[in-house]
C-alpha cells in the first residue's frame, strides 16, 4: 500500500514528513487553494527529495504551457491533473520519464464509463470526494461505489482519510487500490502536516 502525502508547503515541515518516508509527495500549483506553492520557492527542496519519495505536481486545469513549464523546473517524477483536462491534455504530457495520475470527484451517481477515453493517457486514476472544491474538502465519499470499478488501472484512494480509516482501508477487497493520498484531516492549519499523525497512520497501515 503506497502512501501520498499532497499539499505540502512549508520547508520545515516538508522535513519531518520526509523523514518518514512516504512513497510520493505532492505540491498544489492552484492559487485558489491555501496549499498553493506556485510563488514560493521550492525548487531546490522538491528537486532534491531522497530518490524514495517520488515528486508530484498537482494541477487544476491549468493552462498547459504553465503546466509544461513547472515540471520542467521542478523536474517532477509524476504530474496530477485535479481538475477537467481532457484526454488529449493527458496526451500532450506523455512522456517515459513522467507518470500521469488523473483525478476525478465521485460520488453515489459517477460514471465509471468516463475512464475508458483517459485508460491510455495515465498511468493511475485518482478517486476523490466531488465537492464544492476540486480537492481537499476533507469528506469521504461512499466507497462502496469502488464495487462498480472493473478497470485494470491502478488507482489511489483520496478524500477525507483520516486516522480512523486504516481498518475501512485494510478491509477493501479492490485488486487495484494503489495507494492512498492523505491531506486536509493530517493538518495543523492548510499546508502544515502533523508528522506525529501521519507517524502513526502510516505505522498503523
Given at each position: ?34 496549499r ?63 507518470n500521469i ?67 475501512k ?37
Amino acid at each position: 500500500m503506497k502512501v501520498k502525502v499532497c499539499g505540502m508547503k512549508y520547508w520545515e515541515n516538508i522535513q519531518e514528513v520526509i523523514a518518514l518516508s512516504p512513497d510520493y509527495m505532492g505540491f498544489i500549483f492552484h492559487k485558489e487553494s491555501p496549499r498553493d506553492i506556485s510563488v514560493l520557492n521550492l525548487r531546490y527542496v522538491v528537486k532534491n527529495l531522497p530518490e524514495t519519495i517520488k515528486s508530484v505536481g498537482v494541477f487544476v486545469d491549468s493552462p498547459l504551457d504553465f503546466t509544461k513549464k513547472m515540471i520542467e523546473e521542478y523536474e517532477f517524477n509524476l504530474v496530477q491533473l485535479h481538475g477537467n483536462e481532457p484526454p488529449e491534455y493527458c496526451r500532450n504530457l506523455l512522456s517515459s520519464e513522467l507518470n500521469i495520475i488523473k483525478a476525478f470527484q465521485l460520488d453515489d451517481d459517477f460514471d465509471f464509463n468516463v475512464l475508458e477515453e483517459y485508460k491510455s493517457v495515465c498511468d493511475y486514476y485518482l478517486f476523490d470526494t466531488k465537492g464544492k472544491s476540486k480537492g481537499g474538502n476533507g469528506q469521504m465519499f461512499n466507497w462502496d461505489v469502488l464495487d462498480k470499478y472493473t478497470g485494470e488501472k491502478p488507482f489511489f484512494l483520496s478524500g477525507g482519510i483520516d486516522e480512523n480509516a486504516v481498518d475501512k482501508i485494510k478491509k477493501m477487497s479492490n485488486p487495484n487500490l494503489f495507494g492512498v493520498d492523505v491531506n486536509s484531516k493530517f493538518e495543523i492549519e492548510p499546508g502544515l502536516k502533523d508528522s506525529a499523525k501521519l507517524k502513526s497512520f502510516m505505522l498503523e497501515l
